[in-house]
T-cell receptor, first 112, second 116 residues
Framework: AQSVTQLDSHVSVSEGTPVLLRCNYS??????LFWYVQHPNKGLQLLLK??????LVKGINGFEAEFKKSETSFHLTKPSAHMSDAAEYFC??????????FGAGTRLTVKP | DAGVIQSPRHEVTEMGQEVTLRCKPI?????LFWYRQTMMRGLELLIY????????DSGMPEDRFSAKMPNASFSTLKIQPSEPRDSAVYFC??????????????FGPGTRLTVL
C-alpha cells in the first residue's frame, strides 16, 4: 500500500525567501502525486499534480514540485515566499482506484 | 462552475442529536468522497461513491455513521446519535475519472461540526 511522509510539521520562512516543503512517498506502482493547500477555515485546493508526465511540475501561485523516483521524493518549492502563502500543505500519493493517502501536513508560516 | 458545495458550513449540536451533512459535487463528476479532518488523526477517508454506489466504506468509524447518494448531484453523511468525539471538519470531494491517470479530487469548503 502507498504512503506518504511529510518530513516537517512546521516550516517558517521570511517573506521573499525560498520555500521548501519536503515529501517522501512509498508506492508499489507508478504513483500519482499531488500537493494540496489549505488556508485557515477553508477547504483543500489543488496546487499541482504529477501523473507520469514531466518530472518537474508547475502549479498555481508560483509553486512547483519535482518528482524524483530514485529518492522517492516530491518536494514542493517556491522561489520567493509571500505572506499569502501561509497555510497548511498536504502531500498526497495515489496508486489509482481512488485510493489517496494524505500526509500529516506541513504548516507554513511566513514572517514579514 | 461553483465547485463542490457543502452545507452547513458550521454545525453545533448536543450529544445524542442527529446530524446531517450535505454535499453537492461538481456537475459531471461521478465519484464522491467524504473525509474527516481532526488534529489527532489528520485527514481520513470515510467513504466514497462511484456512480452513486458506495464502493469503500471501510473508513466509516462505526454504525452511528451512514452515508447516502440518492442521485448524482447530492450526498448526505449522517451521524446518529452524535458524540463529542465526532467533532471535526468534514470534507466532501468529487472527481471525474480519466482513462489513464488518477482522478484529481476537488474539495468543498468543509463543515465544521462541534458536538457538545
Amino acid at each position: 500500500a502507498q504512503s506518504v511522509t511529510q518530513l516537517d510539521s512546521h516550516v517558517s520562512v521570511s517573506e521573499g525567501t525560498p520555500v521548501l516543503l519536503r515529501c517522501n512517498y512509498s508506492s508499489s506502482y507508478s504513483p500519482s502525486l499531488f500537493w494540496y493547500v489549505q488556508h485557515p477555515n477553508k477547504g483543500l485546493q489543488l496546487l499541482l499534480k504529477y501523473t507520469s508526465a514531466a518530472t518537474l511540475v508547475k502549479g498555481i501561485n508560483g509553486f512547483e514540485a519535482e518528482f524524483k523516483k530514485s529518492e522517492t521524493s516530491f518536494h514542493l518549492t517556491k522561489p520567493s515566499a509571500h505572506m499569502s502563502d501561509a497555510a497548511e500543505y498536504f502531500c498526497v500519493v495515489s496508486d489509482g482506484d481512488n485510493d489517496m493517502r494524505f500526509g500529516a501536513g506541513t504548516r507554513l508560516t511566513v514572517k514579514p | 462552475d461553483a465547485g463542490v458545495i457543502q452545507s452547513p458550513r458550521h454545525e453545533v449540536t448536543e450529544m445524542g442529536q442527529e446530524v446531517t451533512l450535505r454535499c453537492k459535487p461538481i456537475s459531471g463528476h461521478n465519484s464522491l468522497f467524504w473525509y474527516r479532518q481532526t488534529m489527532m488523526r489528520g485527514l481520513e477517508l470515510l467513504i466514497y461513491f462511484n456512480n452513486n454506489v458506495p464502493i469503500d466504506d471501510s473508513g466509516m468509524p462505526e454504525d452511528r455513521f451512514s452515508a447516502k447518494m440518492p442521485n448524482a448531484s447530492f450526498s448526505t453523511l449522517k451521524i446518529q446519535p452524535s458524540e463529542p468525539r465526532d467533532s471535526a471538519v468534514y470534507f466532501c470531494a468529487s472527481s471525474s475519472p480519466l482513462l489513464i491517470s488518477t482522478d484529481t479530487q476537488y474539495f468543498g469548503p468543509g463543515t465544521r461540526l462541534t458536538v457538545l
